[in-house]
């Protein structure tokens, strides 16, 4: 695959999808505290979202953070737009701002997964 | 080569909260030579909090080093030049002041931003 190739196979994701999340790894086997808690965020909200894992490829991540101009990982972009990554994600689902930007309820206390610290996931990888 | 990665390693569909099939675009980081890592000189906190600081004037940075290995940094930064930019903003000027560096020494920072409260209001 070229850089073009990858370039436009995540430009496409981001527009087409509505909640698309760039991570490490996948939300049922993330590889980064950061990730992990993004997505575990995200099947609290209970929205339906795509999810993209850079690792495979590192070209991906220099595609994307080229694009999207954030230099971290996750990423995560609704409509198109990107929204943030772990720290205001994290901050949003706090507030109840990241419902309403995706346009979902908040989930009730129960629901709530009280994500962990990142420090204290398991081991980060080293890339 | 065919592609190797797809959205979510699977068919074009969203993965939906559940759906644990297989993914094959699923694979372990490739590692750096150890050599490598050694050559990525890693800023210590109170170089990174100065910085900042120096970086944006006025401001007040703490940093913390969150797993004690160094490259695993948090920081939280009080800022008066923050009004009126959105938090995506907001943390783009505290990464920029890094460029280059974040995903390399320094594994990864993480922010929390706050603009300063006006004066006699703390």
Redo the contacts between chains.
Sequence with gaps: MTDEQIRDEIQRAISEERVMLFMKGTPDMPRCGFSARVSQILNATGVDYAAMDILPDPRIRQQLSGLSGWPTIPQLFVKGELVGGCDIITEMFESGELAQTLGVEQPGRAETPAPQAPAQAPPLQIE | ?G???R???RSRR????GD?RP?P????????PAAA?YLLRVPSTEEVKERIERALPGARATVTD??GGGD?LRAEVVYGGFAGLS??EQ??LV?DV?D?E??GAI??????TSIEAPEGET
């Design positions: 080569m592609m190797r990665w959205v979510g390693g969203a993965v939906r909260n644990r993914r675009g699923c694979r372990p980081p490739a590692r750096k890592r969150l797993t695993h938090r995506i943390h783009r990464y890094f280059g974040i995903g594994h990864a920072l993480s922010l929390k």
